[in-house]
C-alpha cells in the first residue's frame, strides 16, 4: 500500500505526516521534494531508532506548499497541534526570567517569566530567578517608578526614600514616565557609566556631612551595579542584543547550545540534546523554530550553520551570520565546545533513560503481544461504602504522565456497587463514548485496576462501542502493591520485580490511585461540610458562607461559644441549633 501511494507523490516542496495503526500522527516533517523525501524512508537500510520508527508507520499523508519555507511553517503548526512523538518538542517544564516595565499609566519594574513578544519594554534572559531579583533591586533604588500593585491613598516609606514619585497624591506626567524608562533601559544595556560617577558624588556628599550610614548604602548599591555589570573573558563592545547557535551531532543525537548575549557579555544559556531522525540539523532548525515562537528574538544570531539555518532569518526578520574572526568567532567556538561536552556527557545517560522507558514499553509490547503502546491511559475507582464514588483517568504519553490529560469523574450513586466492577463500566464507557464523539486520539493500551471482573467490564464497554483497543488489568498484592498483569485472554502475567517494566507499571498504577483518592477526599470534605450545614435549621447560604469564612473548619466550630456565634450577628435560636447538630454529628 505505501509503495503503491509513493508511485502518486509530486516531486514538489511540502509537509508530510506519518500515521500509524490508531490513526495518531506520529511524525511531521517537511520536505523541498516530497518524493525523493518519502521514498527515503521506506526503502535502504536505516539506523535502529529510524527503523524502529518506521515499522510503527501504518501510511502517510503529505500537504503540497509553494514553497519550502511555506512547508516548515505548515510542519511546525503540525508539531504544535498533533505533538507527535517522534519529533522534537519545546518542553514547557523551564521557562527564563525576564525584567519587564509595565505597559501601565503608572509603570513599575517586575520580574515575569510570562512571554509577550510584543512588549515594548523586556529584558532578559537571565539565568534565574535571583540575578533577575538582584538586579530590580538596584533598578528600585535608583529609578523612582512605583512599587505598590494597587495605589494606596497616601504616600508610602519608599516616596520619603525618594525611591517613588507617588502618583497616588501627585500627578505624573507621560514625559517624566518616558524619561525614566529611557534611563532603566540604557542602565540595563550596560551604560551604567554615568549612574556610578553620580553615586560616587552622592557618597562623597554624605560622608562630607557625617551621614556615614547613608554613604554606606551609596557605596553598597555602586558594588552591586558593578558586580552586576562586570565584564567576562571574552565580551563583546557593542551593545547588541545577539545569540550564538552551536550545534554538535552523532550518529544518534544532535546538541543544541544558545547562549544569549546581551549589553556585550553571556547573560545565559540554553541548552538541548535530542535524538534525530534522517537528518540531524533539520531536526535541530525544527526545534529553534519552536524555541523563537515562545521567547524573544534578538537583532542578530550567530551560528556555525549559516545555510541550514536561513529560515530563522527569513521567519523572524533578524540577521544570520557565520563570524570568521576576534571576539564573536570566540563566542561562538566556546559555544561549539560546550555543545560538543553535552554531546559526550548526556547522550549515555539519554540511552540509560531511553531503556527505562522505551524498553519497558517494548518489553510490555512483547507480554502483551501488541505494538508498542507509546499513549496508555490507567483507571482506578475510590469511595467510602459507597458514598462519593469517583474515578480516574491518568494519561502516560512515551512512557511519562502527561498530566494535561488527566481526567476526574463524579460516578452515579444510584447503582448497587458491586466491587468497583459497575464503577469501572460506568467511568470506561463515559470516556470512550466522548473520545468517539470528540474524534479525539486512540490510547494504544487501557490499564484498569483490578483483577477479572474489572477487565471484563473493560472489555464488555469496548465490545458495546465497537472499539478495538488492548486492554489489561493490574492487579494488587495483599500488601496493596503492584503484583502482575492479566492479559486479554485472561492469562496472568507475573512481572520481575527488578525490571524497569515494573518500576513504570507500578508508577502507572500508584498515580492512577493517588488521582483517584485525592479526588474521592476533596468530594468527601466538601460534602461533609456542606451536609452539616444544609441540614441545620436556620442556616442558609449567607449565614453558611459567613461561619465557614470565619471558623474554617466544622471542628472549630463545635468548640466555639455561643458568644463565639453571637459575635457573628447569628440569632439566638440558629445558635442553639448549630451546636445541637454539631454535637449529635460528633456522636
Do not use: W
Not at 527569513?314 to 567556538?333: H, M, N, S, V
Amino acid at each position: 500500500m505505501i509503495k503503491d501511494r509513493l508511485k502518486n507523490v509530486p516531486p514538489k516542496p511540502g509537509s508530510y505526516q506519518m500515521i500509524d495503526a490508531y490513526g495518531n500522527i506520529i511524525y511531521v516533517g517537511k520536505a523541498k521534494n516530497l518524493k525523493s523525501r518519502l521514498t527515503t524512508y521506506f526503502t535502504g537500510s536505516h539506523d535502529y531508532k529510524t527503523t524502529k520508527m518506521i515499522q510503527a508507520i501504518d501510511h502517510f499523508d503529505y500537504i503540497v506548499t509553494n514553497t519550502e519555507l511555506e512547508a516548515l511553517i505548515l510542519e511546525i503548526d503540525l508539531i504544535k497541534k498533533y505533538h507527535p512523538r517522534y519529533n522534537i518538542l519545546l518542553t514547557d517544564d523551564k521557562s527564563y526570567p525576564y525584567i519587564e516595565i509595565t505597559e501601565e499609566k503608572h509603570p513599575k519594574l517586575v520580574v515575569t517569566r510570562t512571554l509577550n513578544k510584543t512588549k515594548k519594554h523586556l529584558f532578559g534572559p537571565y539565568p534565574n530567578v535571583r540575578a533577575a531579583r538582584d538586579t530590580l533591586h538596584i533598578l528600585n533604588k535608583l529609578y523612582p517608578l512605583r512599587k505598590c500593585h494597587k495605589l494606596p491613598k497616601e504616600p508610602c516609606l519608599y516616596y520619603h526614600l525618594g525611591q517613588c514619585l507617588a502618583p497616588c497624591i501627585h500627578k505624573v506626567d507621560t514625559q517624566t514616565y518616558t524619561d525614566i524608562k529611557r534611563k532603566i533601559t540604557r542602565f540595563l544595556k550596560g551604560e551604567t557609566k554615568a549612574v556610578i560617577d553620580d553615586l560616587k558624588l552622592k557618597m562623597q556628599d554624605a560622608s562630607d556631612n557625617l551621614e556615614y550610614e547613608r554613604a554606606q548604602e551609596y557605596k553598597t548599591t555602586i558594588e552591586n551595579i558593578e558586580t552586576t555589570t562586570k565584564k567576562q573573558a571574552v565580551n563583546l563592545n557593542d551593545l547588541t542584543d545577539r545569540d550564538i547557535i552551536a550545534t554538535q551531532y552523532d550518529k544518534d543525537h544532535i546538541a543544541v547550545e544558545i547562549f544569549f548575549i546581551r549589553s556585550g557579555k553571556i547573560a545565559a544559556r540554553e541548552k538541548k540534546l535530542m535524538p534525530y531522525y534522517l537528518d540531524p540539523i533539520d531536526s535541530a532548525l525544527e526545534y529553534l523554530i519552536q524555541f523563537y515562537q515562545v521567547y524573544p528574538v534578538p537583532k542578530e544570531i550567530l551560528t556555525n550553520q549559516e545555510t541550514a539555518f536561513k529560515p530563522l532569518s527569513e521567519l523572524f526578520k533578524t540577521a544570520l551570520k557565520i563570524p570568521k574572526r576576534g571576539a564573536k568567532k570566540q563566542l561562538l567556538d566556546l559555544a561549539i565546545l560546550n555543545a560538543t561536552q553535552q554531546l559526550t556527557e548526556e547522550s549515555k545517560r539519554i540511552e540509560q533513560q531511553t531503556e527505562k522507558t522505551f524498553g519497558a514499553l517494548d518489553e510490555l509490547a512483547e507480554l502483551l503481544n501488541i505494538p508498542t503502546p507509546y499513549h496508555i491511559e490507567a483507571f482506578d475507582n475510590s469511595h467510602l461504602f459507597g458514598s462519593f464514588p469517583v474515578s480516574s483517568m491518568v494519561v502516560f504519553k512515551n512512557a511519562k504522565p502527561s498530566k494535561k490529560d488527566y481526567r476526574k469523574y463524579k460516578l452515579s450513586t444510584d447503582k448497587v456497587q458491586s466491587g468497583d466492577t459497575e464503577q469501572m463500566h460506568e467511568v470506561l464507557y463515559r470516556r470512550f463514548q466522548r473520545m468517539l464523539y470528540e474524534d479525539q486520539p486512540r490510547p494504544n493500551l487501557i490499564l484498569v485496576d483490578g483483577g477479572i471482573h474489572q477487565l471484563n467490564a473493560a472489555k464488555a464497554v469496548l465490545d458495546s462501542l465497537d472499539l478495538s483497543i488492548p486492554v489489561a488489568g493490574l492487579v494488587k498484592n495483599k500488601q496493596h502493591k503492584t503484583s502482575h498483569l492479566i492479559d486479554q485472554e485472561d492469562n496472568e502475567i507475573e512481572i520481575l520485580q527488578q525490571s524497569n517494566l515494573f518500576n513504570l507499571l507500578t508508577y502507572i498504577q500508584e498515580e492512577a490511585h493517588r488521582f483517584a483518592v485525592n479526588f474521592h477526599k476533596d468530594l468527601r470534605n466538601k460534602g461533609f461540610y456542606s451536609t452539616i450545614l444544609d441540614t441545620i435549621e436556620g442556616v442558609g447560604e449567607v449565614t453558611k458562607k459567613k461561619l465557614l469564612k470565619h471558623f474554617k473548619t466544622i471542628e472549630a466550630m463545635r468548640k466555639a461559644s455561643y458568644n463565639d456565634y453571637s459575635a457573628l450577628g447569628i440569632p439566638k435560636r440558629t445558635i442553639k441549633n448549630i451546636q445541637k447538630a454539631l454535637e449529635e454529628e460528633k456522636r
